[in-house]
């Protein structure tokens, strides 16, 4: 893995380690060291093939010299834990010890927009790329949100009804969230909650469009987005709830919950070693989960 991110793994000899790349490299050479007594696998509906993994610019064979058709952002920012999206897409989170260079980048205009939870967005802007030259953006996150206090009551009245559980209190809570959410659209946590409300009542539709909400307002919500998984599992998107649990472990390397919805989505996907490989972590995080010990055991008795 370490000498593929190194440039080991970048077979166009374009300087840059793609994902497929890296799993090409990683699957051959272990099967080769080990004689095939190990076969590393990795599910490519969970993943961009062509996501960027690593760039080292002393890979870059002559025939594949990017600069002249490509050029580079460069992601500059004033606060840790921020992402970033190019054309709405996620490319990747910087702190502000060290940017993020993206390579490859097609020349022309291109939205670039970035987002802390808690605070208003820097973005989305337009920015253009040059052929073979760097284009350095910098984003500043400053603006925390300020919620409307009778939103805050709203919220603060469903929180209270949706503890006490049951049907007639979890309508109360889903109309007190809904009320926050007109107030200020921007409140990313009514959102969840009135999706997880709306899923405790089994109406799947409406609370799948709710924990959408939540990410749309906050992308880097993990609390939203491993909810959201949740409730795909329910509906059957293992696709979608793999890939929505991809971007917590990648964000949040110690979030059980994570990894133990991975496990289930693996293993109701027939993926078992991917699925044991997440119910181990799992466990390994949060070993009184018997959730994650059940898919473990489920998946180990393919």
Request: glycine content about 8%.
């Amino acid at each position: 893995m370490v000498k593929g991110l190194e440039g080991e793994a970048d077979t166009n000899g374009d300087g840059i380690v793609s994902a497929d790349e890296l799993a090409e490299y990683v699957h051959t050479n272990v099967r080769d060291a080990t004689n095939a007594a190990q076969n590393p696998t990795s599910e490519r509906g969970s993943f961009d093939p062509n996501m960027v993994l690593a760039y080292n610019p002393t890979h870059v064979t002559a025939a594949n010299l990017p600069p002249s058709k490509y050029g580079t952002l460069i992601i500059e920012t004033n606060m840790d834990g921020v992402e970033v999206f190019v054309d709405g897409q996620s490319v990747g989170v910087v702190n502000k010890a060290a940017a993020l260079r993206l390579p490859g980048i097609a020349p022309g205009a291109h939205t670039v927009e970035a987002v802390h939870m808690g605070y208003e967005p820097d973005g989305a802007r337009q920015e253009e790329v040059y052929p073979g030259q760097e284009t350095t953006v910098t984003v500043r996150i400053l603006i925390a949100r300020n919620r409307n206090h009778a939103a805050v009551d709203h919220f603060n009245h469903g929180i209270e009804s949706y503890n006490k559980g049951y049907e007639e209190n979890y309508r109360k809570a889903a109309a007190e969230f809904e009320a926050a959410l007109a107030i200020d659209p921007k409140y990313s946590q009514a959102a969840l909650y009135a999706g997880r409300t709306y899923n405790a009542l089994y109406e799947d539709k409406k609370s799948l469009e709710l924990f959408k909400e939540a990410i749309s307002i906050d992308p880097d919500y993990l609390e939203a987005r491993s909810s959201y998984a949740g409730a795909l599992l329910d509906s059957g998107d293992m696709d979608e709830a793999i890939r929505q649990l991809n971007v917590v472990a990648r964000r949040d390397a110690k979030s059980g919950m994570a990894y133990y919805l991975l496990s289930q989505a693996f293993a109701r996907k027939g993926d078992y070693d991917d699925a044991i490989q997440a119910a181990r972590r799992a466990i390994q995080l949060t070993p009184g989960n018997a959730e994650a010990h059940f898919w473990l055991a489920e998946s180990l008795c393919q």
